[in-house]
């Protein structure tokens, strides 16, 4: 028999009130659903009526306007809104575990994905707190010879045309890196500092603190020794005294007057503390053919980066005709300043990032999907109900996504602090001198741009795994499920296909953390060309004014030698201008005698070294043929080099190099007089590249590295060789002073956050997986509890059981670690290709962590399946 139902006439006037179908079916179908409710007491054909003639009312006030009186035609829409939400909230509260499983799931996946939200905004879009960044462009010359992502790419002669000439752009400022030495009460210190024209700081829309900006007359040469202290520097080492401006300071030996202090934490560009004026001397002015320069701008208000790249395009034509020497096949490239800064290699790792961060999210979502599965599955019969009892299925999938929604929100403080920690731990975990070269990097953690991010990808995620449940609900068969009470053999498949996305997608994310785990691995204990333990390294650089010519820089490395080798615990010193893995170079043209160029425009390119004669002893770099440097080969004796494998090979096929003859530029000839073994100069280049070594006696540096070797612990000797070499000279630094090992590991910090973070990852990923599985299969088992139960009574044994349980895990998880085996050959091409081939995915790699997956799978099916073996067969058939 059925319910009386409401009205007719009253359900004619609400239909009247609605354009539109969906709003009037769904209106309808919600006050059809509490009549029902209102029946079962006296009042409810007046309580309908009142519904109705309020609606009624409303669609009126929409139709006619009126011009004093404010309608509220959203109030109804409004009340069905907050019914919804205190549904789905009451809902929630009747199972607290699986409302705090969804959201710890749901906060990991979030929170990975706000970290590196975080990084990427913060890193790319927003490095510098300057104000409308975007006015601020970078201006670099192209040319055939220019790498894309050089930013020193200007020449002098140049730069002071495109200052005299532009008008789309103002404040043109060239920069130029500039360490000091700053001697402050006695107190040497090694200060990363940049010399930049007088409009540097108008340019980046800033003004000092304190003081003043330079000014034109500051450029002029021979007046130009005036400097902005950083205020991170005026604090550490002036204690922030204010009179510290009109004072004079000590750089490089000359004296330096203050005339500002820069903002609170500008340290523009690449950490500067300290910035002095750019003043060409009389001869590099009209060089064209020098380019060393940075140059940066801001955009007139009136125009845009097309402008000034159209205006740049043009003066760099007229400059290629009337210079065609130095300029032809040379143009100019704009960009603004946060797209131009960035290192090329940042973007492509911060996207790898937020791809691993985002597959996490997939996994936690199609987990938390099953568990929502289970529950739709679990309520069909209440779902049954109210569809009996006239709801509509929009409301049904309505609720059940705003009770997803209402779940996605509840995971956004806990993924917010989760971001936080994982943001400050990184923060805190990177070396000091490596934080200065990462803008951007002091400014991570929550702001309102992350949380905003969050919350839309909170919302974004309740859609992914609250649409398949919410329709799935929907679905229902009211007469089916009234009858079967909620049986769900027919969703099983819909499981398993979510375990073996699962599976599938986890997989190359193991093998890419691997490929970076073992490519990190490969570099720091791999061969070197040289022994890294027991090495102490340290950097020195002479002022030009205290040592103005080749002998005394002579004299200051020979009184350096000799000091250090006297030191306890130091058995060999040596110095050379590059350390490996120090993060330079020195790459210079050659001409070897007998072997002319092919193209006299592109001569050979070697990498040029310059090193004292223990240094091969010291580093222990074999010797292979001839013979090292000696203390012969000084000043004045004849021209001497020797050259690595790798270059003898090159340019000597077939030959033996020693006794030939090359030289630099116009240089005097050098005679090869030995071959050693190849260097691995840096992380990302694994290749042998050509080197040529020249004893630092007959072309001294001074820039230079000092390396000590010691039979213990280099740290023991640290404070021991700092001070020995103070007593060479006080007034000179000792900066960057470490193990060899510590700037192996620094120096492939990028690598080892690469590896951290995707093993993080990955390991978030497996365990979500498998956990994944562990609920499909105890949900399964629960579900097969009255098959089981026939099974055992017709004999079967529990190991019959527990193999079938395994066994079905076993099948799911060999499916997606065989589609996964086949994305992770694909994806591990991209890693390799970003690892610069020092990891190589082999397929080993991908075998290796697809029988990980496998055993944690099977592991995880361990459980359900012994519970599945205990089942009593009386218990499971009298349930039933």
């Not at 361990?862 to 599945?868: E, G, K, N, S, V």
Request: aromatic share 8%; charged share 20%; glycine share 8%.
């Amino acid at each position: 028999m059925h319910a009386p139902g409401p009205p007719r006439a009253a359900e004619w006037l609400i239909a009247l009130s609605f354009r539109r179908v969906h709003e009037r079916d769904m209106v309808l179908g919600d006050l059809h659903e509490e009549y029902v409710g209102h029946s079962m007491r006296q009042g409810a054909d007046r309580w309908y009526w009142r519904q109705a003639i309020s609606i009624a009312a409303h669609a009126l006030a929409r139709r006619i306007p009126a011009d004093s009186t404010p309608h509220r035609s959203g109030d109804f829409f409004m009340r069905i809104f907050l019914k919804d939400v205190k549904y789905a909230w009451r809902s929630l509260l009747k199972r607290p575990l699986l409302t705090v499983t969804v959201a710890t799931t749901l906060a990991f996946g979030l929170g990975a994905n706000a970290a590196i939200f975080n990084l990427i905004d913060r890193l790319v879009f927003r490095p510098f707190p300057l104000a409308d960044p975007d006015r601020t462009v970078l201006i670099s010359e192209t040319g055939p010879r220019l790498d894309y992502g050089n930013k020193e790419t200007v020449s002098p002669a140049n730069f002071i045309d495109w200052r005299n000439t532009a008008d789309t752009v103002t404040h043109l400022s060239a920069l130029l890196w500039w360490d000091a030495n700053l001697v402050e009460r006695n107190n040497p210190e090694r200060v990363q500092g940049t010399q930049v024209s007088w409009g540097f700081l108008d340019a980046l829309g800033m003004r000092p603190a304190l003081g003043r900006g330079f000014v034109r007359d500051d450029e002029t040469f021979g007046r130009h020794h005036v400097a902005i202290v950083s205020d991170a520097l005026w604090k550490r080492r002036f204690g922030g005294d204010p009179a510290l401006i009109g004072r004079s300071i000590t750089i490089d030996g000359d004296p330096y007057q203050v005339v500002g202090i820069g903002p609170p934490r500008f340290a523009f560009p690449d950490g500067s503390e300290l910035w002095a004026p750019l003043a060409f001397d009389p001869k590099q002015a009209p060089r064209r053919d020098i380019r060393y320069l940075t140059v940066i701008g801001r955009v007139q208000p009136a125009r845009t980066v097309d402008d000034v790249q159209n205006q740049m395009s043009v003066i760099a034509d007229r400059l290629a005709r009337e210079y065609p020497d130095a300029n032809r096949d040379h143009g100019v490239r704009v960009l603004t300043l946060t797209r131009g800064i960035m290192d090329q290699g940042t973007g492509p790792l911060l996207s790898l990032w937020q791809a691993s961060a985002l597959v996490v999210l997939l996994i936690a979502c199609a987990n938390i999907a099953n568990l929502m599965l289970a529950r739709t599955t679990e309520r069909r019969r209440e779902t049954a109900v109210r569809l009996a009892l006239g709801a509509s299925r929009g409301r049904v999938v309505r609720e059940l996504l705003t009770e997803s929604t209402l779940l996605a929100l509840i995971a956004v403080p806990p993924a917010i602090a989760f971001a936080w920690v994982a943001l400050h731990m990184m923060r805190i975990s990177m070396p000091a001198r490596i934080l200065r070269f990462v803008p951007g990097v002091e400014r991570l953690g929550p702001d309102p741009r992350l949380l905003a991010f969050t919350i839309g990808l909170a919302l974004i995620t309740a859609l992914v795994f609250g649409v398949l449940p919410a329709l799935q609900a929907a679905k229902s068969r009211v007469s089916e499920a009234l009858k079967d009470g909620g049986r769900t053999t027919g969703r099983q498949l819909l499981r398993r296909v979510i375990v073996v996305a699962e599976m599938s997608i986890a997989l190359p994310l193991l093998v890419a953390a691997g490929l970076g785990v073992l490519g990190t691995h490969r570099f720091l204990n791999g061969p070197q060309g040289y022994d890294p333990d027991g090495l102490l390294t340290m950097k020195l650089v002479l002022p030009e004014r205290t040592y103005a010519d080749d002998s005394a820089r002579r004299r200051f490395v020979e009184r350096a030698m000799e000091t250090l080798v006297s030191v306890p615990g130091v058995e060999h010193a040596a110095a050379v201008n590059n350390l490996p893995a120090a993060g330079s170079n020195s790459s210079r043209a050659i001409e070897i005698d007998g072997h002319p160029a092919v193209d006299p425009k592109n001569p050979p390119v070697v990498d040029n070294r310059v090193a004292t004669p223990d240094y091969f002893t010291t580093m222990r770099i074999p010797i292979q043929r001839g013979r090292a440097f000696s203390i012969a080969d000084r000043e004045g004796a004849a021209p001497v080099a020797i050259i690595s494998e790798s270059m003898a090979k090159k340019y000597w096929p077939g030959e033996d190099p020693v006794g030939h003859r090359l030289r630099i530029g116009k240089d005097p000839w050098m005679t090869v007089v030995g071959i050693c073994g190849d260097v691995i100069q840096d992380w990302f280049d694994r290749r042998n590249v050509p080197t040529l070594y020249r004893p630092i006696a007959q072309s001294p540096s001074d820039y230079f590295g000092i390396v000590v070797r010691t039979a213990g612990n280099p740290a023991a000797i640290a404070a021991s060789v700092r001070h020995a070499l103070l007593r060479v000279d006080a007034t000179q630094p000792v900066f960057e002073m470490m193990s060899m090992r510590v700037q192996l590991k620094e120096r492939t910090i990028g690598l080892q956050y690469l590896a951290a973070i995707m093993t993080v990852f990955a390991g978030l990923a497996l365990l979500l997986a498998v956990v994944g599985l562990y609920a499909v299969m105890a949900y399964m088992m629960t579900q097969r509890r009255h098959e089981i139960g026939i099974r055992i009574a017709l004999g079967a044994s529990p190991r019959d059981i527990a193999r079938l349980t395994v066994g079905q895990a076993a099948r799911l998880t060999a499916i997606g670690a065989a589609i996964g085996f086949a994305l992770s050959l694909a994806l591990g091409r991209l890693v390799q290709a970003g690892l610069l081939g020092i990891a190589t995915n082999d397929g080993r790699v991908s075998v290796v962590f697809g029988l990980v997956l496998v055993a944690s799978a099977l592991v995880a099916s361990y459980l359900p399946a012994r519970r599945a073996a205990a089942i009593d067969p009386l218990v499971a058939l009298r349930a039933e």
